[in-house]
C-alpha cells in the first residue's frame, strides 16, 4: 500500500480548460486533465503514487496524508480588533462562547 493510497482527491469541471481537473491537496502542483470525470479521477491517482515512489526511490519523504495526520482541534486566527469585538458581541447576544460561535461558523452552521 503507497502512501498516496490514503491522499484526498478531488475532481472538478474547468470550464477554461474544458475538462475535468483531477487534484490531489498533498502535492497541490500536480493536477490532471481528461475529458471524462472518471478518467481524472484515475489520472490522478495514478501520478500521485507515481510521484511518491519517485520521492521514495530518490530518498525523499513524501507527504503524508491528511487523513493521516494527527489534529489537536486547536488553531489560532488572527482578526482586527473590530471583528473580535463584533463577534464576542454576538456570542453574548446568543449565549455561547467565543470559541462555540466560532467553531458554529467555521463549520458551516
Sequence with gaps: MSVADHYTYR???SAEDDEYVGTVA???SVSW???DRMEAFIGIQRIAE???ADMEASG???PAAIADRHYSGKFQVRVPEEVH???AVRAAEQGVSLNALASSR???A
Excluded: K, M, Q
Aim: glycine share 4%.
Design 11 to 13: 475532481v472538478h469541471w
Design 26 to 28: 498533498e502535492l497541490p
Design 106 to 108: 467555521l463549520a458551516g
Design 85 to 87: 469585538r463584533r463577534l
Design 60 to 62: 525523499e519523504t513524501p
Design 50 to 52: 507515481e510521484i511518491v
Design 33 to 35: 486533465l481528461a475529458e
